[in-house]
């Protein structure tokens, strides 16, 4: 277990957004291991990548997802632990999760110890339904050089379980108001919604956390992503390169803690 003796008050932390391609993991990897590298040279201690950022999104059936998933400690996450560790920074990456037979839509949190937490999709959307299970289990909370740590995955950002959920109380929330100081949320947010989504700033204003938006670009499949990755503060205070910014892109940011 890790233990930051000291929080400071400001924190720079990173969204980085590329064009992830499907099937092609080892691709997929490099790019996300160059721009990660490049976020934790410039001084990011938090970075967060795109939802299924190494495997790609639009995966049609199990056998598809099957071809690029890996367990929560696989070859995947170990490729982030050097920067990690030489660095002393926290990465967050989505990826194809293999556990106990059943494939998610997950998070791995990386840190300079290692795997320090693991998180699965609660709320599916479109294609995740061909081959995903639903999570059953809580979002992690992790102490990191950006306060306390909360994780979400794109439709998750509505902050509430879905009504299947087998411990489903319509009051209960992912994250209470002061119960996290920064939300790292991993995306594949389409095309034709507004930059920054009205989602994003809902969820600064309820939970009162900053928010490190990662979302990827391009098209793959018949769907389409334009980026506007983004850092929000709990002053709603945005940092982004905008909508218009379609290209692989590090956007750094400060999170407020005091």
């Not at 400071?8 to 590298?37: D, M």
């Not at 947010?189 to 600064?204: F, I, K, R």
């Amino acid at each position: 277990m890790e233990f930051v003796t000291s929080i400071p008050q400001t924190q720079v932390v990173a969204a980085v957004q590329f064009e992830p391609k499907l099937g092609r993991v080892q691709e997929n990897l490099a790019t996300a291991l160059e721009l990660t590298f490049e976020a934790a040279g410039k001084g990011a201690k938090l970075i967060v990548l795109p939802e299924l950022c190494i495997g790609g999104y639009n995966l049609h059936s199990p056998r598809e997802a099957i071809e690029v998933a890996q367990t929560k400690d696989g070859y995947q996450t170990c490729a982030f632990m050097g920067l990690t560790r030489k660095f002393e920074c926290y990465v967050v990456f989505g990826y194809t999760e293999l556990c106990e037979g059943n494939l998610y839509n997950s998070a791995a949190v990386v840190g300079p110890s290692g795997l320090v937490a693991n998180t699965q999709k609660h709320n599916l959307y479109g294609s995740d339904n061909l081959w995903a299970m639903p999570s059953e289990c809580q979002p992690p909370c992790i102490i990191t050089p950006a306060g306390r740590l909360g994780v979400l995955i794109c439709r998750d950002a509505s902050n509430r379980y879905r009504e299947s959920y087998y411990h489903h109380q319509p009051s209960s929330r992912f994250y209470q108001q002061g119960s996290v100081d920064t939300i790292a949320l991993l995306t594949n947010w389409g095309a034709a919604y507004g930059y920054p989504d009205n989602a994003w700033v809902e969820l600064v204003e309820e939970t009162r956390a900053n928010l490190v938006v990662s979302n990827r670009v391009g098209k793959e499949r018949d769907m389409s992503y334009k980026g506007g990755s983004c850092i929000i503060d709990r002053d709603r205070r945005i940092w982004t390169n905008g909508s218009s910014f379609t290209e692989a892109a590090v956007v750094g940011g400060v999170v407020v803690l005091g």
